[in-house]
C-alpha cells in the first residue's frame, strides 16, 4: 500500500531508463487514481438502538497504471484495489462481518480486501504498416451500431476484450481484427464496491476492412460474431471458443464529403440471432439498424440532420446490459443531459425510428442553436412505463458564448411523449454552465432544472421536480472551492438527501500541487439517478459522507 499512498502524493511519474538492459532506453510513465470515501448509513443493530453510526465505514480505492514504452513496443499494466475499513464487529465473541466485499470464489489478500491485475496488455508497431496487440484491447466499428466496446469512465465503465488485436495498413486500405473475452471491471472506481464476482467471459470476434479515398468517398465493411456464456465460464474461460455462436452482425458504412455540396455518413447492420433467447421471442428474429446523418453549411448557418432505425439491434446487450455495461451503441438522437428513468427507455429501445435536426448560427460571439427530434418508439414491456407505442417530439433551444471575460452555455427545452393511448409523458428542463470573474478571482456556475409529467401507467408515479446546482470559485492557480446542491422528489430515486429528506448538500475543496495532480476533499451528500455518455445508460447511487481522492494523468 505504500507505493499507492506514494504515488498519490507524487502523481503520475514518468522516467528516463537508462542502461544497455532490456529496459534499456527505455520510458516508464505510471499513474494513479486514489480514493478514501467515508460512507455514512442510517442501519442500526438490533439492541444497539442507542448507538448511532454504527454501519458507518471507509472505503479506500486504487487505479494503478503502468506504461512501459521503448522504440515500437508499448507495455501496459492496471492494477485495480480496494479495501474497506470498520467493517467488521466481535458479537458473543464471533466475528461479524457488516457487508461482504469480495467471495470465496476470488482470490483476496484479506477478507476485506481484494486486488486484481484489470488490464495487460502488449503493443507492437510496424511503422505505417500496422500494428498488433496482445491483451486487453478496446475494439468500435463504425458508428458503433455493431460493436461498441470502449471504456466509458463518466459512468464507470471500463470493459476490455482479452484477447488479440491487429490492424493492417496498405495503400488506400486498413483491415482491423480483433477477437477476445469481455474483461470486465471487478473493482468500480466511483460507485461502492460490494459483492464483488468472478467475470463472466462473452466471446467477440469482429473485423473490419476501410477503403479511403474510392471514388466520391471513403467505405467500409464490417462483421461480429457474438457468443454469451450462459454462466459462470472463469474457470476455463477457452471454453467459450467451442460453444454455439448466438449473434452475428454484418454492415457497412460510406462517408461522402462534398456530395451534392454536402456531408454524409451512412451506416447500414444486419442482426441475426440463431435463437429468440436474446430478443425474449419464442423463434428468432433477424434485426437492422441504419443511421445516416448529413451537414450542410448556408452561409452563417450549419445545418445537421441525423436520422435512425434500430430494430431488434438490443439484443446483443440483453446478457451484458444486466451486468453494468454494453457490447453495441449507436447514436441516440438523444439530449443525453435529462435523460429520465422514463426517456431511458427508449435510449434502449428495441424497436425505435427517429429524426433530429439542427441549426447554429456561426457568426459573432453568440452562437445560439435550435435542435428539433422526432422519434416514434414501438417497443412495449422492458424498461418502458407506457403499454402502447409513443411519438416523442423534443426541442431544444440554446446559445453559447466564448467572450474573453466570461463564457456561457445554455440550454432548455420541452419533451413530449405522446402514447397512443394513456396520456402523454411531458418534460421541461433547463441547464447552463456559466464561467465568469469575480474581481480577481474566477467563479463558475452550473446548475440544471427538470420538471417531469406522468402519463398514465400500471404502476402510477407522482410528478417530480430535479434541481441540481454547482458553484466553485478558483481562488488560485492551485486551490479551487465548490458548493454542491441536489433536491429531487423523483419517486423512484432509492437516495435520501442528508439536509431534507430531499435535499442534498456538499461541499469541496480542489488542490492542483502540479499541472498533471488534482486532490480533491468532499464532504455532504448527492442523489442517485439515471446518467447517460455515448449512448450508454447507467442508473448510479447517491453518496453521503466524505471523499478524499488523489489522480493524476499522463
Given at each position: 500500500m505504500s507505493l499507492w499512498v506514494f504515488?498519490?502524493?507524487?502523481?503520475?511519474?514518468?522516467?528516463?531508463?537508462?542502461?544497455?538492459?532490456?529496459?534499456?532506453?527505455?520510458?516508464?510513465?505510471?499513474?494513479?487514481?486514489?480514493?478514501?470515501?467515508?460512507?455514512?448509513?442510517?442501519?442500526?443493530?438490533?439492541?444497539?438502538?442507542?448507538?448511532p453510526r454504527l454501519f458507518d465505514y471507509v472505503e479506500q480505492v486504487s487505479r494503478t497504471n503502468l506504461l512501459f514504452s521503448k522504440d515500437a513496443v508499448q507495455v501496459g499494466l492496471q492494477f485495480d484495489e480496494v479495501m474497506l475499513f470498520a467493517n467488521r464487529y466481535y458479537l458473543d465473541d464471533v466475528l461479524q462481518y457488516e457487508r461482504s466485499i469480495v467471495p470465496r470464489d476470488l482470490l483476496s489478500p484479506a477478507p476485506d480486501q481484494f486486488l486484481n491485475l484489470d488490464k495487460i496488455f502488449i503493443k507492437r508497431k510496424f511503422g505505417r504498416k500496422g500494428t498488433v496487440q496482445v491483451g486487453d484491447h478496446y475494439a468500435s466499428f463504425g458508428r458503433g451500431l455493431a460493436l461498441n466496446l470502449i471504456k466509458n469512465t463518466d459512468i464507470d465503465i471500463d470493459t476490455s476484450l482479452r484477447g488479440v488485436q491487429s490492424t493492417v495498413r496498405q495503400g488506400d486500405w486498413q483491415f482491423t481484427a480483433a477477437v477476445g473475452l469481455t474483461n470486465q471491471q471487478?473493482?468500480?472506481?466511483?460507485?461502492?464496491?460490494?459483492?464483488?464476482?468472478?467475470?463472466?467471459?462473452?466471446?467477440?470476434?469482429?473485423?473490419?476492412?476501410?477503403?479511403?479515398?474510392v471514388g466520391p468517398g471513403n467505405w467500409g465493411l464490417h462483421g461480429v460474431v457474438y457468443q454469451f456464456a450462459s454462466e459462470d465460464v472463469t474457470e476455463d474461460p477457452l471454453d467459450a471458443f467451442s460453444q454455439d455462436v448466438d449473434a452475428v452482425v454484418v454492415g457497412a458504412t460510406s462517408e461522402l464529403s462534398g456530395l451534392g455540396g454536402l456531408d454524409w455518413y451512412v451506416e447500414g447492420d444486419w442482426f441475426h440471432y440463431t435463437s429468440g433467447e436474446l430478443l425474449g421471442t419464442e423463434e428468432a428474429e433477424d434485426g437492422l439498424a441504419l443511421y445516416g446523418s448529413t451537414a450542410a453549411y448556408l452561409g452563417a448557418v450549419t445545418m445537421f440532420v441525423e436520422a435512425k432505425h434500430y430494430k431488434n439491434t438490443e439484443g446483443v446487450n440483453a446478457m451484458t446490459g444486466p451486468e453494468g455495461?454494453?457490447?453495441?451503441?449507436?447514436?441516440?438522437?438523444?439530449?443525453?443531459?435529462?435523460?429520465?428513468?422514463?426517456?431511458a427507455a427508449?435510449?434502449?429501445?428495441?424497436?425505435?425510428?427517429?429524426?433530429?435536426?439542427?441549426?447554429?448560427?456561426?457568426?459573432?460571439?453568440?452562437?445560439?442553436?435550435?435542435?428539433?427530434?422526432?422519434?416514434?418508439?414501438?417497443?412495449?414491456?422492458?424498461?418502458?412505463?407506457?403499454?402502447?407505442?409513443?411519438?416523442?417530439?423534443?426541442?431544444?433551444?440554446?446559445?453559447?458564448?466564448?467572450?474573453?471575460?466570461?463564457?456561457?452555455?445554455?440550454?432548455?427545452?420541452?419533451?413530449?411523449?405522446?402514447?397512443?393511448?394513456?396520456?402523454?409523458?411531458?418534460?421541461?428542463?433547463?441547464?447552463?454552465?456559466?464561467?465568469?470573474?469575480?474581481?480577481?478571482?474566477?467563479?463558475?456556475?452550473?446548475?440544471?432544472?427538470?420538471?417531469?409529467?406522468?402519463?398514465?401507467?400500471?404502476?402510477?408515479?407522482?410528478?417530480?421536480?430535479?434541481?441540481?446546482?454547482?458553484?466553485?470559485?478558483?481562488?488560485?492557480?492551485?486551490?479551487?472551492?465548490?458548493?454542491?446542491?441536489?433536491?429531487?422528489?423523483?419517486?423512484?430515486?432509492?437516495?435520501?438527501?442528508?439536509?431534507?429528506?430531499?435535499?442534498?448538500?456538499?461541499?469541496?475543496?480542489?488542490?492542483?500541487?502540479?499541472?498533471?495532480?488534482?486532490?480533491?476533499?468532499?464532504?455532504?451528500?448527492?442523489?442517485?439517478?439515471?446518467?447517460?455518455?455515448?449512448?450508454?445508460?447507467?442508473?448510479?447511487?447517491?453518496?453521503?459522507?466524505?471523499?478524499?481522492?488523489?489522480?493524476?494523468?499522463?
Open positions: 504515488l498519490a502524493v507524487s502523481g503520475a511519474v514518468a522516467a528516463d531508463l537508462e542502461g544497455d538492459g532490456l529496459f534499456g532506453d527505455g520510458q516508464l510513465a505510471v499513474s494513479e487514481d486514489f480514493e478514501i470515501r467515508y460512507w455514512t448509513s442510517d442501519r442500526v443493530l438490533e439492541g444497539f438502538e442507542d448507538r471487478q473493482v468500480a472506481q466511483d460507485n461502492p464496491n460490494l459483492d464483488i464476482r468472478p467475470n463472466v467471459n462473452h466471446l467477440v470476434a469482429g473485423g473490419r476492412l476501410d477503403l479511403y479515398d455495461y454494453e457490447l453495441a451503441s449507436g447514436p441516440t438522437l438523444e439530449y443525453e443531459r435529462v435523460i429520465t428513468e422514463d426517456s427508449a435510449v434502449n429501445s428495441n424497436d425505435i425510428s427517429g429524426v433530429k435536426v439542427r441549426f447554429d448560427w456561426m457568426k459573432g460571439a453568440w452562437v445560439p442553436h435550435l435542435e428539433v427530434s422526432v422519434s416514434r418508439d414501438r417497443e412495449l414491456g422492458g424498461l418502458h412505463f407506457n403499454e402502447s407505442p409513443e411519438t416523442i417530439v423534443h426541442p431544444v433551444l440554446g446559445a453559447d458564448h466564448f467572450g474573453q471575460t466570461f463564457q456561457l452555455l445554455v440550454n432548455g427545452g420541452y419533451r413530449i411523449d405522446v402514447r397512443d393511448e394513456h396520456g402523454t409523458d411531458r418534460l421541461a428542463h433547463f441547464d447552463l454552465a456559466f464561467d465568469f470573474p469575480i474581481g480577481p478571482l474566477h467563479g463558475e456556475l452550473t446548475a440544471d432544472y427538470k420538471q417531469f409529467w406522468w402519463g398514465e401507467n400500471a404502476n402510477q408515479q407522482h410528478d417530480f421536480q430535479e434541481l441540481s446546482a454547482a458553484f466553485g470559485v478558483k481562488l488560485s492557480h492551485d486551490w479551487t472551492v465548490l458548493l454542491y446542491q441536489d433536491f429531487t422528489d423523483n419517486p423512484l430515486i432509492s437516495s435520501e438527501g442528508n439536509l431534507t429528506e430531499t435535499l442534498y448538500g456538499a461541499a469541496e475543496l480542489q488542490w492542483k500541487p502540479v499541472s498533471a495532480t488534482t486532490v480533491k476533499a468532499f464532504y455532504g451528500a448527492y442523489k442517485a439517478g439515471i446518467r447517460c455518455a455515448g449512448g450508454q445508460c447507467r442508473n448510479l447511487p447517491g453518496f453521503e459522507g466524505a471523499r478524499l481522492s488523489v489522480s493524476s494523468t499522463f
